[in-house]
T-cell receptor, first 112, second 113 residues
C-alpha cells in the first residue's frame, strides 16, 4: 500500500499557484519524497524530489515540513496544461533501485 | 532519442491466450521497470531489472514473466491471460546515477475477454 495520503481532487484557477498537499506521517529517515504527474492517459512524468530541505526546479517547488510528516508541491503559475493526476511517493533508495508505490494521487483541474 | 517505446498500443486477448508486450529504450539506461495501472488506480510495479541478465519481482508479479537479454529491451510475457490482467501496462527506464527519475513509455492498453 502507498505510504502517502493525498486529496482526491483539487481545482485551481489558471495563473494562480497550485498547492498540492501530501501526508506521509510514517516516513522514515532514509526515505525521500518524490512527485510525479500523469497527464491524461500518458506515462507518468517526474517532477521533483526531496529529503528534508525545500527544493525548487523549473517545474515546481517542494516544501517539506520540519518533522517530514507532510509536504506540499507548488506549481507557481498553473496553466491548463498542468491539468493532471499528481502522485506523491515515499521511497527508500538505500538499495539503489526505485521501487515506487503509486497511490491514487490528486486529480488537479486547472480552470480557465 | 525516441526514449521508451512500447508495442503494441492496444491489444485484445481471449482468456487463456499468451502474449508478449515489447519495451525498448534508446537512452542506454541500466534500470528498467514494468508497471500496470488499473482504471482509477495508481501504478503497481510488476517486475524490474537493474541490468542485462538481472530481473526481480515487484509488487504484483504473479501471472507475468520477464527477461533482459540486452540493455535496450525488457519484454513482459503474459501466460494464460485472465480478465484480472485487463489493464494499461507502462514500461519505464532510468539511469543509475539518477534513477529517481524514471522515464515512462506511452503504455499498452490490454483487454482480456
Amino acid at each position: 500500500d502507498a505510504k502517502t495520503t493525498q486529496p482526491t481532487s483539487m481545482d485551481c484557477a489558471e495563473g494562480r499557484a497550485a498547492n498540492l498537499p501530501c501526508n506521509h506521517s510514517t516516513i522514515s529517515g532514509n526515505e525521500y519524497v518524490y512527485w510525479y504527474r500523469q497527464i491524461h492517459s500518458q506515462g507518468p512524468q517526474y517532477i521533483i524530489h526531496g529529503l528534508k530541505n525545500n527544493e525548487t526546479n523549473e517545474m515546481a517547488s517542494l516544501i517539506i515540513t520540519e518533522d517530514r510528516k507532510s509536504s506540499t508541491l507548488i506549481l507557481p503559475h498553473a496553466t491548463l496544461r498542468d491539468t493532471a493526476v499528481y502522485y506523491c511517493i515515499v521511497s527508500d533508495t538505500t538499495s539503489g533501485t526505485y521501487k515506487y508505490i503509486f497511490g491514487t494521487g490528486t486529480r488537479l483541474k486547472v480552470l480557465a | 532519442n525516441a526514449g521508451v517505446t512500447q508495442t503494441p498500443k492496444f491489444r485484445i486477448l481471449k482468456i487463456g491466450q499468451s502474449m508478449t508486450l515489447q519495451c525498448t529504450q534508446d537512452m542506454n539506461h541500466n534500470y528498467m521497470y514494468w508497471y500496470r495501472q488499473d482504471p482509477g488506480m495508481g501504478l503497481k510495479l510488476i517486475y524490474y531489472s537493474v541490468g542485462a541478465g538481472i530481473t526481480d519481482k515487484g509488487e504484483v508479479p504473479n501471472g507475468y514473466n520477464v527477461s533482459r537479454s540486452t540493455t535496450e529491451d525488457f519484454p513482459l510475457r503474459l501466460e494464460l491471460a485472465a480478465p484480472s490482467q485487463t489493464s494499461v501496462y507502462f514500461c519505464a527506464s532510468s539511469k543509475p546515477q539518477s534513477s529517481y527519475e524514471q522515464y515512462f513509455g506511452p503504455g499498452t492498453r490490454l483487454t482480456v475477454t
